[in-house]
């Protein structure tokens, strides 16, 4: 009885006056409150930030949902998760703070990981130079902000991953689109843009890129990181796809690097779970000082309980285990929904079979109307990302994004059905 | 053995070549790396950020810590904290992804605080109008970021808690200082400076503020609200200490706002664990909006398992019971530590005994430098923090910020006896 009132108490339903008795609140006026004087205050905004990509829509339910860029929950390593979660519980961790720039053993842990790729002659990074961060989102924004500055120029693929967009939008830099293709940029395009805009850095991803999937050639790897540096530029290198390879591995341009010129991010959040929301960032000098300030501004520090749980599963025997599996999977899921495609809707094509990654980016026949096609598949339950959203500027062509990993096998036969079905209502 | 080799290898330690062995790997050539080219390519910093404050210094050993802004690990609800994360853990959340403004029923749970407080006319604020963010300090950068901006003033109490002028200029936001009393600013002060620089908002924390502890008087709380209101300007309402009550409840402003002139924090670190990092910023109309975009440019969404750690905590019987200890024990170590500062350290004076949160806040002798007292109060194994970190501008004169509640009973008798030795040492 107590605890029922102290629940309504909570929710603002009844009321205590001590000595007299509990009471029903009146119920809440519906007098909808006038807030336009808010506008007046706020004048228009500096960015039009978007808050949600389709990415990020709520699955409907019975949908087939290839929208989300997440894998599905059986593709994570769930039994892990779990028991690391609950040994940090009982740890010391649970209680305590974290130092600003992450746990020392999982800080060990990241650099661990690029050192053990490097070539002999490069220092790799040490521990003192990785920051953890509270998923990559936080990082992007952090090192737009303090490497780059409000209007100044950042390099950046087209297309790419929509969430460094909006990172970038609401640091004010100016974005300088380079197109990439099925090797990765060209690095003559590279060279120009450094040279003709004078920007100091260049956000890329190398490694099963979103929404391509493509990996850099080592010749391309190598001529972008020398044009970087003789340009005194940073490569911004997002690693997001490491633990995802299926024909190929990451290379991280980073082992090749040891005077500072690449900052490396690498999250867990896609391999281990979205709800251990841990990545770093790797970067020396002077700019580890500046992007460490920026996050002590922003954050203070990144809870102790989801770094240790994060360590805890990659250090696992079991972790090695569930990566081959993961492989496993994600090439007969990306198989699946290529093959549907192909039987169900040859209408699209796909340019570029992805070696790693979670997508297929999928070419619509020219002239479709991406958003309206979208809507179309939704209605028959199938979602999916319309591929404008991956582009700087103007999409240079109509494009969708499928993420293979997030239905079950079953339903990726299905979904070549709907969208070929979709496709001819829409043309 | 096979494991051994793995975390060998994760550790760059050894490397493997298939075929041929398992290698120690050359030692890492401990070759400077010249990293000067960053200076030119970065550029003078616009605002130098200092990445710690004093509060953020390691505990030295054997110390009396009192330095820091975190209540002492037996103040902290271990029982609830453990058993919330064990149960996250096993329950749904530790899989999945949180949508970007948080759990629906933590937003609720937030919500109704406020609810519960609202005087009968008041429309309180709906779950939707709660943001949840990974601590009060993302609160923060977002807030000044999306309705202050950069170049434009904002108002903040004098002296004010230091994270939250971090935040300010990261965000580029020009301080307007406004001296704070033992009954909060003078609300004829906030009028003349919201005229004098046409700003829009006003940062401040009516409830035992860090450091001084002091609480708003319900005239200058209704005064404030008045002027804030006339000037179309927004209160940015920080109620860090909601739990650490002490003679008195707070009375949070934002249960008088029904046209959203409050944005109102609220943060659950302190009382719950420094681990759940798990805030709230409550807002509505286009400011809700923009501070949700900016939010999710910076972070995308807030780990599930620590929301729902947290309001596993704050839902059970047990958390009522704990807050009640909670009181007693902040009393009784706030009285033991003004006990021992008045026998041994009577040069100091507390102006004001606060009567919540976690701090004395000490003045000085005139002419006490403050920094080399708190060097020799170190020698002597006494942690404090100088108190011109918490200024917008020049201290208005020396003082010290003790937090009563870091350490154990015993120490804090023993800490007023040190203090003034190390007074005796500069003075």
Redesign the interface.
Known sequence: MQ?AI??L????LV?SRPGVGTFV??A??P?P???S??????GA??AR????SST?R?AVPDAIALHSG?PS?DL?P?RL??????R???SE??????P?AGLPDLQ??F??????G?P??V??PSARDVLVI??S??GL?SIFRA?V??GAPLLIESPTYW?AL??A??AGVTLVPIPTGPDGPDPDDVERALSATGA?AFYAQPSFANPTGTQWSPQTSRAVLDAVRAH???LVEDDWAHDLGIEADPQPLVRLD???HVIYLRSLTKSV?????VAAVIA????R??I???R???????????QAAALDVV?Q?GW?SHLRVLRQNLRTRRDLLLDSLREHAPQVSVEHVPPGGLNLWVRLPDGTDSDQLVRECEVQRLLVAPGNEWFPAEPSGPYLRLNYSAAPAEQLSAAGEVLGRALRTVL
């Open positions: 605890k102290r629940q108490t909570s929710l603002g009321e609140r009146a809440p006026q007098r409150a006038d807030l004087w808010q506008t007046a205050s706020l905004p500096q930030l978007s808050v949600l990020h709520a997440y929950q994570l769930g998760v779990r028991a690391a979660l609950a940090a519980s009982r961790v649970a209680l305590a703070r974290s600003v060990a842990w650099a661990g990981q690029v050192a053990a490097a002999v002659g220092t790799p509270a998923g989102q936080s924004s490497l500055g409000r969430g909006l990172a939008e609401q100091r005194g530029a940073f040891d005077d500072g779970s979205p709800a251990l929301r020396r000098g002077p700019a000082a500046r460490l300030a920026d002590a501004a922003e954050s203070m520090y990144v809870s102790g309980v989801l250090t025997p090695r």
